[in-house]
């Protein structure tokens, strides 16, 4: 009796002596008590998507008519890129110290020196340019554009337009699969459509249902799983290579952006409609489970990272307490626009 009893009290001894070490490996945990500040911007007009350039060490912030540069060491702005009209989203080449920002204003791409910050010139594109993606197998700049719903493919060295496709539907987010095809959310038609970076061929496209309206959209490569945020507030898992939606989680409202980070194997999804970024872990391969949910602020949709220290940043302004008329877009607090940083 006494050494059975000596075996279950050594057996517990040593559960409760890993029990420690695996929370302290689980890379969710640190983002549960995460501490949460903001990076005062100031300034007017709207804002949409936010890069890190883990090279240089900078975030790039579309802010209305220009791009915000801010030195993510100091949290201070350095710069600004100016001329971008309706500016969405901003991509980089480091190889080449080139940006590149997608202006739905004017239809048209900035290239900028990413040193210098000098603006070196800008392509036409159509419709209006929304996100823009670099894809590294076939080294091409890749816009996606509202209101001619269709795909503009550039040449970033000699920076011209070399092709274009029509997805379906109002393409919104992008990945590559790291073997020179892209998967891009249709937001319209509740789908995702791969395609060839270097023909311009529709691989194959396939529902997210039970999701609607995809915005959001990051890819683990290991496990060939695309992650969808979309708008009727779930997180649609899918696998890649067949196009079975496989899983679905629960989320904020109003969500905008997407993260996969492989090196701890968390998923992160920013709602602008509560001001929540949820954060989700795999439980078992190619399986996931919520493993927090962050409180950020309403209106911060938008997500970026840095690749070394895992900060995030979330772009949001104060929303007015004057109600919007009806039918009218919600207007926020002039000069109340932040950058949200999850430490």
């Not at 409609?273 to 954060?279: E, N, R, S």
Request: aromatic share 6%; proline share 5%; net charge neutral.
């Amino acid at each position: 009796m006494m050494t059975r009893l000596r075996f279950v009290m050594t057996r517990a001894l040593i559960l409760l002596a890993m029990a420690p070490a695996a929370r302290a490996e689980d890379a969710s945990a640190r983002y549960e008590k995460a501490k949460v500040h903001k990076i005062e911007v100031g300034g007017e007009g709207g804002w949409d998507f936010l890069e890190v350039d883990g090279t240089n060490r900078r975030l790039y912030v579309a802010h209305g008519m220009r791009v915000v540069v801010i030195d993510i060491d100091t949290e201070k702005v350095v710069g600004e890129i100016a001329d971008t009209p309706n500016v969405h989203g901003i991509a980089f080449i480091p190889d080449l110290n080139r940006g590149f920002t997608s202006n739905g204003g004017d239809s048209s791409v900035t290239v900028f020196d990413t040193k210098t910050l000098k603006t070196l010139g800008k392509i036409k594109a159509n419709g209006k340019p929304d996100i823009i993606y670099f894809e590294p197998i076939t080294r091409r700049v890749f816009t996606f554009n509202h209101g001619t719903n269709d795909i503009t493919a550039i040449d970033p060295v000699e920076m011209k337009v070399v092709g274009s496709l029509t997805p379906g539907g109002v393409p919104e987010l992008a990945v590559s699969d790291e073997k020179g095809h892209i998967f891009v959310n249709l937001e319209d038609t509740s789908e995702i459509v791969e395609f060839d970076a270097a023909s311009l061929k529709i691989l194959k496209r396939f529902s997210l249902a039970p999701g609607e309206e995809p915005t959001g959209l990051a890819f683990d490569p290991k496990q060939r799983k695309l992650f969808s945020t979309c708008n009727n507030k779930k997180l649609v898992v899918a696998d890649a290579d067949t196009g079975k939606v496989t899983q679905t989680l629960d989320i904020g409202p109003g969500p905008d952006g997407c993260i996969f980070d492989a090196e701890q194997g968390l998923i992160f999804a920013s709602s602008g409609g509560d001001g929540t970024v949820t954060v989700a872990r795999a439980k078992s391969p190619g399986q996931y489970e919520v493993a927090a949910t962050i409180k950020t602020q309403i209106s911060a949709k938008t997500i970026a990272m840095d690749p070394k220290t895992k900060r995030l940043y979330l772009s949001a302004a104060t929303p007015s307490a004057t109600p919007a008329k009806k039918g009218a877009r919600r207007s926020y607090e002039p000069g109340s626009f932040v950058v949200i940083v999850i430490d």
